[in-house]
């Protein structure tokens, strides 16, 4: 076994350090990390596109428009049953 | 990799939640444009009223969070009951602790990235689904159901149709934000909708036209604060310093006094924002190519005074529905107020900001107490912010030395110290001073008003810069814009 040189203490010490050196240039935000996201004025949530069910904004906006017609569609229903029931 | 890591749950959704697609090559300026106006467009109308409430229900609904209504959207009695809150409170919590190091994250990865953002979406949707809950068995819309008497608890029926209709909104209004954020629209998507719904209400407030009935009188009065003031302007002298007093002290509906008082911290946060420091910036390739380098004071703009609300209202949101469950009044006492629930005891009193000049004075710990802590947060936040969004000494100079820039007279390794000791101070002095203008217009009666009007005027002030940014850069292909030139 070839012996690390200043003997095994510091080795260990040598380790120490460079798990330091590399935690401490690990990115802390995704920004840093060079991927967008929060910067020092804005607020971000959302940076990368993630494996999940992907869909277009469009589409997003349409579900959307879709939803609030959903809600509107019970008021004027309310508004109709209400008038023949009572 | 041992040990047990949060985002490992995220795995599990990750399949089944939605996801909005990257751009696949830029989006255009036009495309922006339109996508940014509809989607606050369909953000507008979240004011819609929930389904199975009382016509006006926002007059019956006893009140507790009338101080962060405006700053998160929570519009009563509307779809957009827990507004921006649970997005907000979700991105805050996943960044700082992942700048803590709190959670093991490796950001230099791209798929834990995606974790990590996903992570954030569900946060918000769990967050949303605790608070719907939490408002639903509080009996927080007890008063307002329709058919339904003083002390009942809801249906089952109505409480399914309110939360389908609450929780759908904010899982809209996450795709919505992501919308923004992966760059299809201008600036954040928190930030963007939240100016836009100060931007339309500061409007509302002062020349809305509907007529409110008030509650337990047979009066209507306007909604806005001067439409009001003019329709009820009559010459007789006695009625006039009456009608006159009514509308800049009414309670129930916006009043003058929270007008002036958004105008006046509106205006100087503009003064606020353009304080900065110039630093002579050169060029290490070529010769003679000086420029300068602003350090706004503002340099966390905003979102230090966000982030001190978003802790003060999440503890409020969380508080009420304790008290509501639990009764304890060591925890907190209300008091009905003209259809607010007001605070007069308890750990959460003294968490709570006063807001008046008379409150302030008669509870002199409380306001000390409260105050301090906004404040304490929020330089708190700022000190640390720039490190957590990388934007930070250290990575200022090192953006300097891809880019072949330094400072004049100064070499590569003291940049950094240069840098070091401007950005801490002018984002922590900039943060105090922000907060503690937006808290003088709190004292004053702005009802949450002020501090939205700072919030809102920083981060216009971001988002119009990207987009002048924006139209310079390729505003020259946009159809928006030479249609425009045409008329010049």
């Excluded at chain 1, 460079?18 to 935690?23: I, L, R």
């Excluded at chain 2, 003291?414 to 937006?438: M, N, Q, W």
């Excluded at chain 2, 981060?459 to 045409?486: C, D, K, R, T, V």
Aim: glycine share 10%; with cysteine; net charge positive.
């Amino acid at each position: 076994m070839s012996q690390a040189p200043g003997g095994l203490r510091s080795a260990a010490k040598r380790k120490n350090t460079a798990d330091k050196k590399a935690s401490a240039s690990q990115p802390l935000s995704t920004r840093s990390a060079g991927a967008g996201g929060s910067s020092a004025t804005m607020m971000k949530l959302f940076t990368d596109e993630a494996q999940g069910l992907r869909i277009d904004p469009l589409i997003v906006l349409f579900l959307a428009v879709g939803f609030i017609f959903s809600v509107i569609v019970l008021h004027v229903f309310a508004k109709l049953t209400g008038r023949f029931s009572s | 990799m041992s040990g047990f890591r949060l985002l490992d749950l995220v795995k599990f959704l990750l399949p089944v939640l939605p996801e909005i697609e990257s751009p696949y090559e830029a989006v255009t300026f036009d495309e922006k444009i339109v996508i940014t106006i509809s989607t606050g467009i369909i953000f507008l109308f979240g004011q819609l009223p929930i389904y199975g409430l009382k016509p006006n229900s926002s007059l019956f609904i006893e009140d507790p969070f009338y101080q962060f209504r405006s700053i998160f959207a929570m519009e009563k009695g509307t779809l957009l009951e827990l507004g921006l809150l649970p997005v907000i409170t979700s991105g805050f919590l996943w960044q700082i602790l992942a700048g803590f190091k709190k959670i093991k994250v490796h950001l230099g990865v791209r798929s834990e990235r995606e974790l990590f953002q996903t992570g954030q979406k569900i946060t918000s949707l769990v967050i949303s689904l605790i608070y719907c809950l939490g408002l639903i068995f509080s009996n927080y819309y007890g008063s307002s159901v329709k058919g339904l008497n003083v002390g009942e608890t809801i249906s089952i029926g109505s409480a399914l149709f309110i939360s389908y209709q609450v929780l759908g909104m904010s899982f809209f209004l996450t795709l919505l934000v992501e919308t923004f954020d992966k760059g299809y629209g201008f600036g954040s998507g928190i930030l963007c909708l939240l100016t836009l719904q100060y931007a339309t209400n500061f409007v509302k407030d002062v020349v809305g036209l509907e007529l409110i009935p008030l509650a337990n009188s047979n009066k209507l009065e306007n909604h806005g604060a001067l439409t009001n003031l003019i329709r009820n302007f009559s010459f007789n002298p006695k009625e006039l310093g009456k009608s006159v007093l009514n509308s800049f002290t009414r309670s129930e509906l916006p009043n003058l006094n929270q007008f002036y008082i958004s105008l006046i911290v509106i205006l100087v946060a503009i003064g606020i924002n353009n304080f900065r420091i110039e630093l002579p910036i050169r060029s290490t390739k070529m010769r003679g190519m000086n420029n300068i380098y602003p350090i706004k004071l503002l340099y966390t703009g905003a979102l230090p005074l966000l982030f001190a609300f978003t802790v003060l209202a999440n503890i409020q949101v969380v508080g009420y529905f304790l008290v509501k469950l639990t009764g304890n009044a060591i925890l907190g006492d209300y008091k009905l107020v003209n259809n607010q629930l007001v605070l007069s005891n308890g750990v959460l009193y003294y968490l709570s900001l006063p807001s008046s000049i008379y409150q302030l004075l008669i509870n002199p710990l409380r306001t000390v107490i409260s105050s301090s802590l906004v404040i304490f947060l929020s330089c708190w936040f700022a000190n640390y912010w720039s490190y957590f969004s990388g934007s930070s000494a250290v990575d200022i100079a090192k953006q300097f030395k891809e880019q072949g820039i330094t400072i004049g007279g100064k070499r590569d390794a003291s940049i950094v110290k240069e840098l070091g000791r401007i950005i801490p101070v002018a984002s922590v002095s900039g943060a105090f001073l922000i907060t503690s203008l937006a808290l003088v217009g709190e004292f004053l009666g702005g009802f949450g008003k002020a501090v939205t009007g700072v919030v809102g005027i920083c981060s216009a002030f971001g988002i119009m810069e990207e987009f002048i940014m924006e139209s310079q850069q390729n505003g020259g292909n946009s159809q928006l814009m030479s249609s425009l030139a045409n008329y010049q």
